[in-house]
C-alpha cells in the first residue's frame, strides 16, 4: 500500500524553528518529485516547496524563500522541510505529496498521493 506519512509538526514560538519529515512505505520516492503544501483555515491548500527526484529542481513559494530549505534522503525513503525564523502566518496543515518526476505542476489536483499532514502552530 502506497503511503506518506507527515511528522514533525508542533507549537512553536514565532522565530523558532521545525523540521518536518514525509516518510514514504509500499514505494520508493526515488522516481517522485515531492511538494509541500500548507494549509491554514479557510485558505487553498498551497505549495511551499517542492524537490525533483534529483534533487535538481527545487522550488518555492515566495512567502518561505530563504526561511525554509527541503531536501531528501533517498537511502531512508524521505524529504524533509526545515522551517527556519517561523512566523504566525506559516501557521496550518502542512502536507507532503508526491508527483511524477519534477516540479513543474503547483496546483494541490495535480498531485497523486498524499499524507494525512502535521499541524504547525506558530504563537507566542
Known amino acids: 500500500q502506497l503511503q506518506l506519512v507527515e511528522s514533525g509538526g508542533d507549537l512553536v514560538q514565532p522565530g523558532g524553528s521545525l523540521r518536518l519529515a514525509c516518510a514514504a512505505s509500499g514505494f520508493s520516492l526515488d522516481d517522485y518529485a515531492i511538494g509541500w503544501f500548507r494549509q491554514a483555515p479557510g485558505k487553498e491548500r498551497e505549495r511551499v516547496s517542492c524537490?525533483?527526484?534529483?534533487?535538481?529542481?527545487?522550488t518555492y513559494s515566495d512567502s518561505v524563500k530563504g526561511r525554509f530549505t527541503v531536501s531528501r534522503d533517498n537511502a531512508k525513503n524521505t524529504v524533509y522541510l526545515r522551517m527556519n525564523s517561523l512566523k504566525p502566518e506559516d501557521t496550518g496543515m502542512y502536507y507532503c505529496a508526491a508527483i511524477g518526476m519534477t516540479c513543474d505542476y503547483a496546483k494541490a489536483f495535480e498531485y497523486d498521493y498524499w499524507g494525512q499532514g502535521t499541524q504547525v502552530t506558530v504563537s507566542s
Open positions: 524537490i525533483s527526484s534529483t534533487s535538481i529542481g527545487i
